[in-house]
Structures are given as structure tokens and as C-alpha cells.
């Protein structure tokens, strides 16, 4: 048990490390030498950083202090003490990568495309671990705590859209906001990947009278299981088989065709699973 949670905590270390690494030189590198500015905290560091010089790497930290403080009581010292560490190191690394890495100037549109991805995946090794680098993450949990109907990536983009529009007014420069924003919708999109890509798949919903036939051929022909729900027409009063089963994106033609073949008046709905687990897919728990 000792040894297992040694090799958690070093892996929670090396994933914080890197994961900062990758974020701190998206900012340093490729976002600050652009004039671009990301959302959350490290956002306003820039602008702090722009118009009174003060270090984006103290300043990202010191804004959050009191959400760490807040956020001890509501959301548990755990949670708490990982985002500190991961915040710390981002902090620390932006201001070693200011003074020994240095800045890339190039076009606005390839500074966006380099810091979403880095920003996206330096974000992901840390999100993975049960860590975050504060500021609007902690907000969105707040937020959520008083008002659950409140969806927390809702809290998020609301808090990326006023620091990037407070971005354009005090620098004036629209373009290098509408850029940001790409910016941003690439980091979204690369931790998306980063955390869902390789655990994602697709859902198929078959309603069917020959739900049984088509249950064994996905078991012989496509390799895959399935499980067969008992369903009722709503307007027809007619009992029927629902089948569920869920499949690699790669997998889909093959159990397209294995229903067209088996009943051509069945109805199926294609749905996107963000995360498979069990057997057959990923198991991170065994």
C-alpha cells in the first residue's frame, strides 16, 4: 500500500511538473511576446504584467491566495493543497522561463495555434492528477456549490469572455482579442483530446423486434458486446428490444452493417461517449 501511494505521488509530481512546464512556456514562449492573453487569472497577470510591470508569475499566484483560502473551506484541503502546488509551479516556472527561455515573435495565428495546444495539454496533466491551476476553476466550484443548476464550464467561458474583452479595452487591439479567443477555443479543444481522446467512443441506441438476431451478430461478427433493454412504443403500445452498445469510432460501419443486414426498419441513434470504461476499453482502475 506504502509503495502504491509513494509511486501516485510521484507520478502526481512529474505530471504537475511537466504539465506547469507546458503551460508556463505557452505564456512566456508564445503568448505574451504576441500580445495575446489567455483566460482565467494568468490573463489578468498579463494585463497587470502590461500596464504596471508586475511580474505575470507573482501576480498569477497572489490572485489566488484568497480563493485558496476560501476555497479550504468549501472545498476541501485536498483539492486545495494539489492546486496550490500546480499553481506554485506555474508561478515559479513562468518566471524562470522569462529570464532563461527565449520568446518566439511570429504571427498571431501561429502564436495562437502553439499556446492553445501547449496551454491544452500542460492544463490536462495537471487536471488528470486531481489538481487545477485555480483562478476560474475554483470560481466555477463555488459558484456551483450555492447554485447547481449553474454548469461550471458555463462559469468558465464566462470568466475567459470578460477577461479577453477587458483585454481589448485596455490594449485596444481587437484583432489580437479575437485571437485569444482562438487561442482559448484551441486550449479547450486540446485538453478535451489530451483527457477524452483516447477513452472516447460512440453510443449506439437500436431499436429493434429482431433485437436478439442483431445482439449475437455484434457478438460473433463485430467483436463487440451489447445489452438488450426491454422498450415500449409510446404510440404503438408495442414491446420491443432496445440495444446499447458502445463502440470505437473505427468500429462504426461495421455495426451499421450488421444491423442493415439484420433488420432493415430498425431505428438507431448515434450518441459521442467522452469516456469509456470496462472491458473491451480503458480500465484505470484495476
Same mark, same amino acid.
Given at each position: ?6 509511486? #501516485? ?38 494585463? /497587470? ?8 508569475? !507573482? ?11 476560501? =476555497?479550504?473551506?468549501?472545498?476541501? +484541503? ?9 499553481? /506554485?509551479?506555474? $508561478?515559479?516556472? !513562468? ?13 498571431? !495565428? %501561429?502564436?495562437?495555434?502553439?499556446? =492553445? ?35 461550471? #464550464? ?32 484551441? $486550449? ?12 472516447? =467512443? ?14 449475437? +451478430? ?9 445489452? %438488450? ?24 460501419? +461495421? ?21 469509456? +470504461?470496462?472491458? =473491451? ?6
Amino acid at each position: 500500500m506504502r509503495k502504491k501511494r509513494r509511486t #501516485g505521488h510521484l507520478i502526481n509530481a512529474l505530471c504537475y511538473l511537466l504539465g506547469a512546464a507546458f503551460y508556463a512556456g505557452a505564456i512566456t514562449v508564445f503568448v505574451k511576446p504576441n500580445g495575446l492573453v489567455t483566460g482565467g487569472f494568468s490573463g489578468l497577470a498579463l494585463i /497587470a504584467n502590461a500596464l504596471f510591470a508586475v511580474p505575470v508569475g !507573482i501576480s498569477v499566484f497572489v490572485l489566488n491566495i484568497p480563493l485558496f483560502i476560501l =476555497g479550504y473551506k468549501k472545498l476541501g +484541503k485536498g483539492f486545495i493543497w494539489r492546486t496550490t502546488v500546480a499553481t /506554485a509551479l506555474v $508561478s515559479v516556472l !513562468i518566471e524562470v522561463f522569462e529570464r532563461f527561455v527565449p520568446p518566439f515573435h511570429c504571427q498571431s !495565428i %501561429l502564436a495562437s495555434l502553439a499556446g =492553445g495546444i501547449l496551454c491544452g495539454s500542460g492544463l490536462a496533466l495537471i487536471l488528470v492528477r486531481g489538481g487545477s491551476t485555480g483562478g476560474a476553476d475554483i470560481i466555477s466550484k463555488l459558484v456551483h456549490l450555492k447554485y447547481p443548476h449553474i454548469a461550471l #464550464g458555463r462559469v468558465i467561458l464566462c470568466f475567459d469572455i470578460a477577461v479577453i474583452t477587458l483585454s481589448a479595452v485596455v490594449f485596444k487591439n481587437i484583432e489580437n482579442a479575437l485571437y485569444s479567443v482562438l487561442m482559448i477555443a484551441i $486550449s479547450s479543444a486540446a485538453l478535451d483530446y489530451f483527457i477524452y481522446g483516447t477513452k472516447s =467512443g460512440k453510443l449506439l441506441l437500436v431499436i429493434s423486434d429482431k433485437g436478439n438476431i442483431i445482439a449475437e +451478430k455484434i457478438n460473433t461478427v463485430g467483436g463487440r458486446g451489447a445489452t %438488450l433493454l426491454p422498450a415500449t412504443g409510446a404510440y404503438t403500445g408495442k414491446a420491443r428490444s432496445m440495444l446499447l452498445c458502445v463502440v470505437r469510432p473505427h468500429e462504426i460501419g +461495421k455495426i451499421y452493417d450488421i444491423v442493415a443486414r439484420c433488420d432493415k426498419n430498425a431505428f438507431l441513434t448515434l450518441l459521442d461517449a467522452r469516456e469509456i +470504461k470496462g472491458l =473491451g476499453f480503458y480500465r484505470d482502475y484495476e
